[in-house]
């Protein structure tokens, strides 16, 4: 019996450990529900962290007209720390390409497109943000309202919200979510 226990408590515990993430998913258009991205040259997916049973990554469409997009990508697997990803795309009107080059504030208050990356434990350590200073773009490669599926690339610089940080880079950025 103690040796049971043994195996099961050490099964919880590496169940609960940062799993290393060495390549992107694939850039799909088939509604995946896929998201991933190099930050500062590193990989970057959402991951779930034992125990945690939140949505790690949604697609919704928001706004007075319902045509603004909000994809949220939460990676809780360093925890007590978590990071998320947000892409806002004001007035979305199908496939093309969308400029991140405005200051606004986030969601639910922006007036604009932006890209946001926080890191939070509980409240936010660090935030960071696409503006007129560091910019970047979203590319909708599909946009099936039908079937529900948002599929796209992005790329941007984003600047510390309260200077306290240097800037971070983010490449090879691409989605492949379901609308919810």
Request: charged share 15%; proline share 4%.
């Amino acid at each position: 019996m103690r040796n049971i226990m043994i195996v099961l408590a050490s099964l919880l515990i590496l169940a609960g450990c940062k799993k290393s993430v060495d390549e992107l998913p694939e850039a799909t258009q088939s509604g995946a529900n896929t998201f991933g991205l190099k930050l500062n040259g590193n990989f970057w997916t959402p991951q779930k962290f034992a125990g945690i049973n939140a949505p790690i990554l949604k697609a919704q469409l928001t706004g007075s007209t319902i045509n603004d997009l909000l994809i949220t990508a939460q990676n809780f697997a360093s925890e007590p720390l978590e990071s998320q990803f947000n892409l806002y795309i004001k007035n979305i009107t199908g496939p093309g390409t969308y400029q991140l080059d405005q200051n606004t504030d986030i969601y639910p208050n922006a007036s604009v497109s932006y890209a946001y990356y926080v890191r939070r434990k509980i409240n936010p350590l660090n935030e960071w943000i696409t503006s007129a200073q560091h910019t970047g773009t979203v590319t909708i490669t599909k946009w099936d309202l039908t079937n529900g599926i948002v599929s796209g690339t992005f790329e941007f610089n984003a600047g510390s919200m309260d200077n306290s940080e240097g800037p971070i880079t983010v490449t090879d950025g691409r989605f492949d979510i379901r609308l919810q």
